[in-house]
C-alpha cells in the first residue's frame, strides 16, 4: 500500500509515500515507549509551556499549514486558515486550563485524606480522518498531551502531507522525541498497533465501519477507546423562525468543507407552515454558491476530497429520488477533472429513502417536512445517528424545550452546531461514545486513582 495525496481540483498526484515495513513500525513504537515515561514525569507547567509554542508554531506557518489541507483535501483555503487557528486556540486552552482539569480532588470520606489524582495512561493512538485533517487531530492531542500522555498518529492515507506536517509542529515547538508520532501505516496494521500492550487506549474519528472494527480491537484487549462516528444532524426550522437567520446558518452549515463534516446540518425538518417560504429562500442561497479553484476567495463551494467519495453521494441522491425524493436544485456531479458536486437540495424525502436513513457526506441538503414542534422532534429523534442538532425560533425558552429533548450529544438553538474546547464534543448511538475537548476531554485518557490515607 502506499499513501496517495491526489489534488481534488484536477486529480493531479501530489505525493505518493510507501507505506511503513513492520520493522519501521516497530522502531516507532520503541522510541514512543521510551518517551512515556519521561514525559508523564514532565511537570505540568513545563508540558504546558510547550503546547503553548505549538500554538505559536502553527499560527507562524498558518499560510504553509493551511495550503496543504487545501491542495490535499479541497477545502476552501479561508476555511483551512480558520482550521489552522482553531488549532492554536484548543492548544492554548489546554495550556492554560489542563493544569486545574488535572489538579487533585480532594474528597472528605473517613480517612484521614482522601482524593482523587488523575494520572496519564502511557501511549494513545489516535485513528483520523481527512475532512478536518489538523483540527482533529489536535482536538485529541493538545489535552493528551497535556495529560502526560504520548500520541501516535494513524492519519487517512489521502493527506500524508497533512500527517508529516502535524508531527513537524509538535517537533518545531520542542517536544521530546517520541511523544507525537505520526505512523506511515495503513488500516489492516491499526489492529497490531492496538494488541501492543504498549499502547493502553484509542480514540477515531471516522465512519461507522471503521468505528466498529476499532472498538472491537479495544474490546478484545480491554482498552479504553473514545469513537466520535458520523452524523445526520437535523437543522429544525419551527413556524416562529427567523428564516432570513436560518436560511443563512443553514446554508454555512450545509455546505462549508464542501458539505463534508459530521456535524453538518443534513436534514433540514421544516414545519408545514414555514415549509415552502424557507424554501424558496434556501434555495436562492444556494444556488449563490459558486464552486472554483479553493485557492482563490471567490470561490464559496469546495470539491469532495475524492472521486469515489463524490460517486458514492450521487448514488445515494439518485436511488432517493428514484423512491420518490423531488429535486429542488443540483443533484449532480459537475463536468471536468475535479471532483465537484453541485450544490443541492431534494425536498420530500420519506423513510425508506436512502436519504432519510443514511448520512450523506457531501453538499446535499434534504428536506423533510414535518407537521408541528412535535412531530419535527419525533423525525429528529428517528435517526440512528445521535451527534448535533439545532433549532430555529425567536423563542429561547421553546428552543431550549425542544433541544432538551433532541437525542444527540450537542443541541444548538439559533446557531450552527460547531465544536469549541471549552464544551464536550460527541454523540450518542452510532455517532459514537465518550467526549472530546473541556475537562471531560481531558479526562477520557487518564486514571482517576482514588487515594485513602488513614
Not at 257 to 275: P, T
Not at 332 to 360: C, F, N, T
Not at 425 to 433: L, Q, V, W
Request: aromatic share 8%; net charge negative.
Amino acid at each position: 500500500m502506499a499513501f496517495h495525496a491526489i489534488n481534488p481540483v484536477d486529480g493531479s498526484t501530489i505525493l505518493t509515500l510507501d507505506n511503513w515495513e513492520a520493522s519501521r513500525l516497530s522502531k516507532a513504537m520503541d522510541v514512543a515507549e521510551l518517551a512515556a515515561g519521561p514525559w508523564a514525569d514532565t511537570p505540568i507547567k513545563k508540558r504546558c509551556e510547550l503546547m503553548y509554542k505549538a500554538a505559536e508554531v502553527l499560527r507562524t506557518r498558518q499560510e504553509e499549514l493551511a495550503t496543504i489541507i487545501t491542495q490535499e483535501m479541497g477545502k476552501l483555503i479561508k476555511e483551512s486558515r480558520g482550521e489552522i487557528e482553531k488549532c492554536a486556540w484548543v492548544c492554548e486552552y489546554y495550556a492554560e486550563h489542563g493544569p486545574g482539569f488535572l489538579e487533585d480532588e480532594y474528597i472528605e470520606t473517613d480517612a484521614a485524606k482522601s482524593l482523587v489524582a488523575y494520572q496519564p495512561l502511557g501511549i494513545i493512538l489516535a485513528v483520523m480522518p481527512w475532512n478536518f485533517p489538523f483540527w482533529q487531530v489536535f482536538r485529541f492531542a493538545a489535552p493528551a498531551l497535556v495529560a502526560g500522555n504520548t500520541g501516535l498518529l494513524k492519519h487517512a492515507s489521502n493527506v500524508p502531507q497533512c500527517a508529516q506536517a502535524i508531527e513537524s509542529v509538535f517537533k518545531e515547538a520542542g517536544f521530546p522525541v517520541g511523544v507525537f508520532t505520526t505512523l506511515m501505516i495503513g488500516s489492516v496494521q491499526v489492529r497490531g498497533v492496538i494488541d501492543d500492550p504498549r499502547v493502553k487506549a484509542v480514540t477515531l474519528t471516522g465512519s461507522e465501519p471503521a468505528g466498529k472494527s476499532v472498538a472491537e480491537a479495544a474490546g478484545a484487549n480491554i482498552k479504553k477507546s473514545v469513537l466520535e462516528l458520523g452524523g445526520s444532524d437535523a437543522f429544525i426550522v419551527l413556524d416562529d423562525a427567523d428564516l432570513e437567520l436560518a436560511v443563512k446558518q443553514g446554508v454555512t452549515s450545509r455546505y462549508m468543507n464542501g458539505g463534508q463534516s459530521c456535524i453538518a446540518a443534513k436534514r433540514f425538518i421544516v414545519v408545514d407552515a414555514i415549509a415552502d417560504a424557507f424554501l424558496e429562500k434556501f434555495k436562492a442561497a444556494v444556488e449563490d454558491l459558486r464552486t472554483g479553484d479553493p485557492m482563490s476567495v471567490d470561490t464559496t463551494l469546495a470539491p469532495m476530497a475524492r472521486h469515489d467519495l463524490r460517486d458514492e453521494l450521487h448514488k445515494q441522491v439518485i436511488e432517493s429520488i428514484e423512491a420518490g425524493a423531488k429535486i429542488v436544485t443540483g443533484c449532480a456531479p459537475e463536468a471536468g477533472s475535479g471532483a465537484y458536486y453541485q450544490a443541492s437540495i431534494i425536498d420530500h424525502v420519506k423513510p425508506g429513502m436512502r436519504a432519510w436513513h443514511e448520512e450523506l457526506f457531501g453538499p446535499v441538503a434534504i428536506v423533510i417536512r414535518a407537521k408541528n414542534e412535535d412531530d419535527a422532534v419525533s423525525i429528529a429523534n428517528s435517526s440512528d445517528f445521535g451527534l448535533g442538532g439545532s433549532v430555529w425560533t425567536q423563542s429561547n425558552a421553546r428552543g431550549e424545550r425542544v433541544a432538551r429533548q433532541l437525542q444527540c450529544g450537542a443541541a444548538f438553538v439559533n446557531g450552527l452546531v460547531k465544536s469549541d474546547p471549552r464544551m464536550p464534543f460527541g454523540g450518542i448511538k452510532r455517532s459514537g461514545y465518550g467526549r472530546e475537548l473541556s475537562h471531560h476531554g481531558i479526562r477520557e485518557f487518564v486514571n482517576a486513582k482514588t487515594i485513602w490515607i488513614k
